[in-house]
C-alpha cells in the first residue's frame, strides 16, 4: 500500500477555494487516489476518486499530476460547513481501504 | 434510501463488562467493514465481510473481539471483556460489489464506547 502524506491541519475563511495536497510519492500503477470527509461525531464519507489528470463532482475536484505522486483536492468556495477532517487513500482497486490521520480543516468566518 | 443503522450510539461500561455493537447496512450491499477510530486518529479495520465470510479480519484482536454476520445482512461486533483502552468509536461501513472495487463505502454514524 501506498503511503499517503498530507498536512496535520489547515485554516481558510469563509468563501474561498481551498487546496489539500497529499503525497504518494511510491504510488503504484494500479493505484488509485481516493478521498473521504469526516464531520465531527459522524463516520467518514466518499467525496472524489481519481487515477489521472482532473475529476469533478458536485462537491470537490481531484487534480492529479502526470507523475501521480501526489494530487490536490480542491473544494470551491468553502463555507463553515466545510470544517471537516479529510482523508486522502491511494489503494488498488480490489485492496483493503485504511485511513491516515487525515487534514484537519478548519474554515473561520 | 436508509443508510447504515448503528446501535447503540453510546455506550458506557465498566471495565472487564461485556458490550456489543450492533449494524444494519445498505440494502443490497454485500461487504460489511467493522472499524475502530480512536480520537484524533483515522479509522482502522478490525474485520471484512463478503457476506457471511470473514474474509479479513487480521486486525481483530481475537482473544476479547468477535464478530458475527449470520445471515450475510446484520452484523454484531461484541467485545467480552472490555478494557481501559478500548474506548473509542466503532464504525460500521458497508459496499456495493461496485463499491468495493472502487473503495466508495458507506458509513455508519458509529457507536461510541467509554470503558471506566
Known amino acids: 500500500l501506498a503511503k499517503t502524506t498530507q498536512p496535520i491541519s489547515m485554516d481558510s475563511y469563509e468563501g474561498q477555494e481551498v487546496n489539500i495536497t497529499c503525497s504518494h510519492n511510491?504510488?503504484?500503477?494500479?493505484?488509485?487516489i481516493t478521498w473521504y470527509q469526516q464531520f465531527p461525531s459522524q463516520g467518514p464519507r466518499f467525496i472524489i476518486q481519481?487515477?489521472?489528470t482532473k475529476v469533478t463532482n458536485e462537491v470537490a475536484s481531484l487534480f492529479i499530476p502526470a507523475d501521480r505522486k501526489s494530487s490536490t483536492l480542491s473544494l470551491p468556495r468553502v463555507s463553515l460547513s466545510d470544517t471537516a477532517v479529510y482523508y486522502c487513500?491511494?489503494?488498488?482497486?480490489?485492496?483493503?481501504?485504511?485511513f491516515g490521520k487525515g487534514t484537519r480543516l478548519h474554515i473561520l468566518p | 434510501e436508509a443508510g447504515v443503522v448503528q446501535s447503540p450510539r453510546y455506550k458506557i461500561i465498566e471495565k472487564k463488562q461485556p458490550v456489543a455493537f450492533w449494524c444494519n447496512p445498505i440494502?443490497?450491499?454485500?461487504?460489511l467493514y467493522w472499524y475502530l477510530q480512536n480520537l484524533g486518529q483515522g479509522p482502522e479495520l478490525l474485520i471484512r465481510?463478503?457476506?457471511?465470510?470473514?474474509?479479513?479480519d487480521s486486525q481483530l484482536p481475537k482473544d476479547r473481539f468477535s464478530a458475527e454476520r449470520l445471515k450475510g445482512v446484520d452484523s454484531t461486533l461484541k467485545i467480552q471483556p472490555a478494557e481501559l483502552g478500548d474506548s473509542a468509536v466503532y464504525l460500521c461501513?458497508?459496499?456495493?460489489?461496485?463499491?468495493?472495487?472502487?473503495?466508495?463505502?458507506?458509513f455508519g454514524e458509529g457507536s461510541r464506547l467509554t470503558v471506566l
Open positions: 461501513a458497508s459496499s456495493s460489489p461496485s463499491g468495493s472495487q472502487t473503495g466508495e463505502l458507506f
Open positions: 511510491n504510488i503504484a500503477t494500479n493505484d488509485y
Open positions: 481519481g487515477y489521472k
Open positions: 487513500l491511494v489503494r488498488r482497486r480490489d485492496d483493503k481501504i485504511i
Open positions: 440494502s443490497g450491499h454485500n461487504t
Open positions: 465481510y463478503e457476506n457471511e465470510e470473514a474474509v479479513d
